[in-house]
């Protein structure tokens, strides 16, 4: 289940941060149009961490839901303060890591109308792996059907694509929920350890506690698929998004420049 967690946080960031790389050198005008897309996918990403805030009581101390800043290339943020104490604050702080994705991927679930349930991969790489393939495969072809439909529908795949492009965890929330998640194992040892000094001292209330945290943990993983399942939706469409909205017209513009300043020469 950590594992999951930690997934959600770096895999589709690293994703994002490569692809942003990339789309920027072969699209000189990449900033601009993410710029401009930020009047809807900042907002969205900002109240996602003010709605953590306000669920597990951390006071929120300044927020901007739309303030691009050239110097740390941020369009908004979201500061709050916590006690390093309260366990309740650090759940609340490795969600806050993950906030943005669970908002987008329910807003694109929304927008995208995919109503089939999440089956979960068997355990190994491989079967993992097909699984990851498949939801990228589905998100794809459901976006396309949709987008085809009619004006109605590719109104909701481009918001949901603007959406995914802006719902993907900063480096400041990665930072945010790996803290929180560290307090969180901390606390899980110290409970796994209660449960054994029961399970010794009284074999009657070890049973009961293991069983408790057993069904709690299969649902929280359950939830951590579902969660993952979303992430890998939102980087899809923000990839597809990047490509259709961004690089293909750039380099159009580029092509026409080139030969435009060609006919000049000549």
């Given at each position: 289940m950590i594992e999951l967690f930690v997934a959600l946080l770096l895999v589709p960031a690293s994703v994002i941060t490569i692809w942003d790389l990339m789309m920027h050198r072969l699209a000189p005008s990449a900033r601009k149009l993410t710029r401009l897309t930020g009047y809807i996918g900042v907002p969205v990403h900002e109240l996602s961490h003010a709605l953590v805030c306000v669920l597990f009581g951390m006071r929120i101390t300044k927020m901007?839901?739309?303030?691009?800043?050239?110097?740390?290339?941020?369009?908004?943020?979201?500061?709050?303060?916590?006690?390093?104490?309260?366990?309740?604050?650090a759940l609340g702080m490795a969600l806050q890591g993950i906030a943005p994705l669970l908002a987008g991927a329910v807003i694109v679930g929304l927008l995208l109308a995919n109503r089939e349930p999440i089956e979960l991969p068997d355990s190994g790489i491989g079967h993992i792996a097909g699984w990851l393939g498949g939801v990228v495969v589905g998100t794809a072809v459901t976006a396309w059907a949709q987008a085809m439909s009619g004006p109605v529908g590719f109104g909701a795949v481009l918001l949901a694509t603007i959406v995914s492009m802006h719902a993907i965890p900063s480096l400041a929330d990665i930072k945010s929920g790996l803290r929180g998640?560290?307090?969180?194992?901390?606390?899980?040892?110290?409970?796994?350890?209660?449960?054994?000094?029961?399970?010794?001292?009284?074999?009657?209330?070890?049973?009961?506690?293991?069983?408790?945290?057993?069904?709690?943990?299969?649902?929280?993983?359950?939830?951590?698929?579902?969660?993952?399942?979303?992430?890998?939706?939102?980087?899809?469409?923000?990839?597809?998004g990047g490509l259709a909205l961004i690089v293909i017209p750039s380099l159009c513009l580029q092509v026409v420049q080139f030969i435009r300043g060609a006919r000049g020469d000549i």
């Open positions: 901007a839901f739309y303030q691009p800043n050239s110097a740390t290339g941020t369009l908004g943020f979201v500061e709050y303060r916590y006690s390093p104490y309260s366990m309740k604050h998640l560290i307090v969180l194992v901390g606390f899980a040892a110290a409970v796994a350890v209660a449960i054994d000094l029961f399970w010794v001292y009284g074999p009657d209330v070890g049973n009961d506690l293991d069983s408790i945290v057993r069904v709690v943990t299969l649902q929280i993983e359950r939830g951590m698929w579902g969660a993952l399942y979303g992430a890998v939706s939102l980087v899809t469409l923000t990839i597809l």
